[in-house]
């Protein structure tokens, strides 16, 4: 990792491709982070709170109809990357099926990957996708942040209780994970998102 690390301005990002499948995605070079979750979990809202923008990243009343792989270069050598939402009831069952194989492609076959943000409403964490996401991180050793989302739900001593219950569980998953709580209401823990960020993106290309 390069000693000389700096910031990186994710304010720079802008909108490039969505791709319905891996075939359709940017040339595999650079580095890229993707964020993943539920239909719910607010990755719209992140995204663009990160990225100083009100519409970067589709928000919807609807949970689920981010049905593509959304490419967002900071600058040309590094990405953002919107996955597509999972769970939500109303989708039909094979576009459920569709996305996950699409979904899984991305995440075992895409070389540039350097991390996942792994989203999660802090009021229902670790369901299904969740538990899923982990194993898959475990077993190819892919970083995984989970940002534990809408903490301005909770009064702030249960959001900390939330926190460190699920760090303390994940102890035993023995996957490479770090986790934070974020709120993008209140912009709480946007500069602790970036910081992690960085240490995945701001990595020597020669290495």
Same mark, same amino acid.
């Given at each position: 990792m390069s000693e000389q690390m700096t910031s990186l301005n994710y304010h720079t990002t802008q909108y490039e491709i969505s791709a319905a499948r891996l075939n359709q995605c940017p040339t595999d070079t650079g580095r890229e982070v993707a964020f993943a979750g539920r239909s719910n979990a607010g990755k719209s809202s992140a995204l663009n709170t990160l990225t100083g923008s009100s519409s970067l990243a589709r928000t919807s009343k609807t949970p689920g109809r981010?049905? &593509? @792989?959304? =490419? =967002? /270069? @900071?600058?040309?050598? #590094? #990405? &953002?990357?919107? &996955? /597509? +939402? !999972? +769970? !939500?009831a109303k989708v039909p069952v094979a576009m459920k099926q569709e996305w996950q194989k699409h979904l899984g492609e991305y995440l075992e076959k895409r070389q540039c990957l350097a991390g996942v943000v792994l989203l999660m409403d802090i009021r229902h964490p670790m369901r299904e996708f969740d538990q899923i996401m982990l194993d898959w991180a475990r077993d190819s050793q892919m970083p995984i942040h989970i940002l534990l989302t809408k903490a301005d739900k909770l009064k702030y001593g249960a959001a900390k209780s939330t926190l460190t219950k699920i760090r303390n569980d994940l102890q035993a998953w023995n996957a490479p994970f770090s986790i934070q709580l974020f709120s993008s209401l209140k912009r709480t823990g946007v500069d602790e998102l970036a910081a992690k960020l960085d240490s995945w993106l701001l990595i020597d290309d020669d290495e």
């Amino acid at each position: 990792m390069s000693e000389q690390m700096t910031s990186l301005n994710y304010h720079t990002t802008q909108y490039e491709i969505s791709a319905a499948r891996l075939n359709q995605c940017p040339t595999d070079t650079g580095r890229e982070v993707a964020f993943a979750g539920r239909s719910n979990a607010g990755k719209s809202s992140a995204l663009n709170t990160l990225t100083g923008s009100s519409s970067l990243a589709r928000t919807s009343k609807t949970p689920g109809r981010t049905q &593509l @792989i959304n =490419f =967002f /270069p @900071i600058d040309e050598k #590094r #990405r &953002l990357v919107d &996955l /597509p +939402g !999972y +769970g !939500y009831a109303k989708v039909p069952v094979a576009m459920k099926q569709e996305w996950q194989k699409h979904l899984g492609e991305y995440l075992e076959k895409r070389q540039c990957l350097a991390g996942v943000v792994l989203l999660m409403d802090i009021r229902h964490p670790m369901r299904e996708f969740d538990q899923i996401m982990l194993d898959w991180a475990r077993d190819s050793q892919m970083p995984i942040h989970i940002l534990l989302t809408k903490a301005d739900k909770l009064k702030y001593g249960a959001a900390k209780s939330t926190l460190t219950k699920i760090r303390n569980d994940l102890q035993a998953w023995n996957a490479p994970f770090s986790i934070q709580l974020f709120s993008s209401l209140k912009r709480t823990g946007v500069d602790e998102l970036a910081a992690k960020l960085d240490s995945w993106l701001l990595i020597d290309d020669d290495e």
